[in-house]
């Protein structure tokens, strides 16, 4: 369940400042909000409602229709695999598979610690490079389970710089 009345909305208005109090920004700043706090916390969705003038419920029919929104938090990385035709008949299932087992969550779970969401894809348009696994924005073809270490491992090394 998302957290409500807890976030900071210092980012919020940062946010709201850089645009006309109207419904035609909305999807901007939903954009920017995102970015800012890596998912779209409920109370600052009541406040974007609230200076853009906007009915709540419509916030959150715009937050819940587009699905690079999420209101629940993301991992710091978010692993998605591709399902397509082409990378589930390469394997898709054992990748995903091997995540479940190596980080203990499934498809459109996060870590407990908040460093990794797993997402499953219809299609990320490499089917040549099927299957393929994006590890934040690198895409890792020809992905095989036994490399699924590596690909963590990369990622965890990139947040740490």
Excluded at 9 to 17: F, R, V
Excluded at 65 to 73: G, H, N, T
Excluded at 87 to 111: N, S, Y
Aim: hydrophobic share 40%; glycine share 6%.
């Amino acid at each position: 369940m998302p957290e409500t009345g807890c976030s900071d909305l210092s980012k919020a208005e940062e946010i709201l400042a850089n645009y006309p109090s109207e419904e035609t920004s909305l999807i901007q700043v939903l954009q920017d909000v995102h970015r800012a706090y890596n998912y779209l916390p409920c109370d600052v969705l009541a406040r974007v409602a609230d200076a853009l003038e906007v009915p709540l419920a419509k916030v959150f029919s715009v937050s819940t229709f587009y699905k690079a929104f999420s209101l629940e938090p993301l991992g710091d990385t978010v692993i998605k695999v591709c399902t397509g035709t082409a990378c589930h008949i390469r394997g898709a299932g054992q990748l995903v598979e091997e995540l479940e087992r190596k980080l203990g969550i499934g498809p459109d779970e996060t870590t407990e610690d908040l460093k990794f969401t797993v997402k499953t894809v219809n299609c990320v348009g490499a089917c040549a490079m099927a299957p393929v696994v994006l590890v934040g924005e690198k895409y890792w073809g020809s992905a095989k389970p036994a490399r699924v270490s590596k690909y963590l491992a990369e990622a965890g090394s990139h947040h740490e710089n």
